[in-house]
């Protein structure tokens, strides 16, 4: 289910043929019009030759190279924007992200929490390398995400570490605020404040379920940042990323905290396909 969209990717009308070296592998997962039990090389080999250069291109298609070399990054992939203007305005969170992809300097360490936001700097915060991106989804708790940012900034003192959190992610773990001010981290904490536990609110909220307790007051993290010593700014649109260019700008003295006021009218399409299954 994971890895096929729950068997959507292969369309209803698709004759599917099943090439295993193991026999009794054949539609051990879905059902199969044709078995062949054989090495796959030496079978596709074969295949070719029996079809006598009447092989045709399908898939590759040069529209489809002209389209993955337009859109091969999500953020030239369109998109309409969810943000709203307003002193309680919120910002689309793919129009914060690519914002903040333009201001950070390529040279940086991402880490991410849990929750339906995660998608958002996994899609849309470029990284230099493998060691550039922690994704803490190995427990699949949320709160971990802060404190997985530190470590990789330990690890990688040459790389600007960068924290990607939900709210409720970020208040689970944000007695460790403390270590990234003691240790003197030059860190940016962003926040996807949607002010909820989103995934549960995006799970349950269309079955009907009371969702009080998911639910938050508005929550001024960015004057909790500053409680513990970070720069704090508040987020509603991209005019208000002038604090965080003046905080790159400077000596990075202090960590600065993001509170990302961010749309959420609707959850996000990977935390949808991956509650499909429960
Ligand atoms: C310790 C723990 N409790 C509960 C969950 C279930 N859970 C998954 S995502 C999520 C919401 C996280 O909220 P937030 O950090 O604000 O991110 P959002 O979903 O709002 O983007 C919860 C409660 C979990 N994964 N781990
Ligand atoms: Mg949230």
Not at 124 to 150: K, M, N, R, W
Not at 188 to 214: K, W
Request: aromatic fraction near 8%; charge should be negative.
């Amino acid at each position: 289910m994971w890895t096929m969209r729950h068997g959507k990717l292969i369309g209803p009308g698709a004759r599917v043929a099943q090439v295993d070296d193991d026999s009794s592998a054949i539609g051990g997962h879905r059902p199969v019009d044709i078995g062949v039990h054989g090495d796959v090389a030496c079978t596709a080999r074969a295949v070719l030759a029996a079809l006598g250069g009447q092989a045709r291109a399908g898939y590759r298609s040069g529209e489809l190279r002209a389209r993955i070399a337009r859109e091969i990054r999500w953020r030239d992939v369109p998109y309409e924007d969810q943000g709203r203007a307003g002193p309680d305005g919120v910002i689309d969170p793919r129009t914060l992200s690519i914002a903040l992809d333009d201001l950070l300097p390529a040279e940086r360490v991402v880490a991410i929490d849990s929750g339906n936001f995660m998608g958002y700097p996994s899609m849309f915060l470029s990284v230099p390398d493998e060691h550039g991106f922690c994704f803490t989804q190995a427990y699949q708790s949320v709160g971990l995400g802060l404190a997985s940012a530190i470590g990789a900034a330990l690890a990688r003192p040459d790389r600007l570490p960068v924290a990607a959190l939900g709210d409720g992610g970020a208040l689970m773990g944000i007695s460790e605020l403390e270590t990234v001010v003691r240790l003197g981290l030059p860190m940016v904490v962003v926040v996807y404040d949607d002010e909820a536990y989103g995934a549960e609110v995006h799970h349950f909220g269309p079955d009907g379920f009371a969702l009080d307790t998911v639910k938050f007051p508005p929550t001024d993290i960015a004057a909790i940042g500053r409680g513990f010593g970070c720069a704090g700014v508040t987020v509603r649109s991209e005019e208000d990323l002038g604090p965080v260019r003046d905080w790159l700008a400077g000596p990075r003295d202090r960590p600065l905290v993001i509170d990302a006021k961010v749309a959420s009218a609707s959850g996000s399409w990977w935390l949808e396909e991956a509650f499909r299954g429960h």
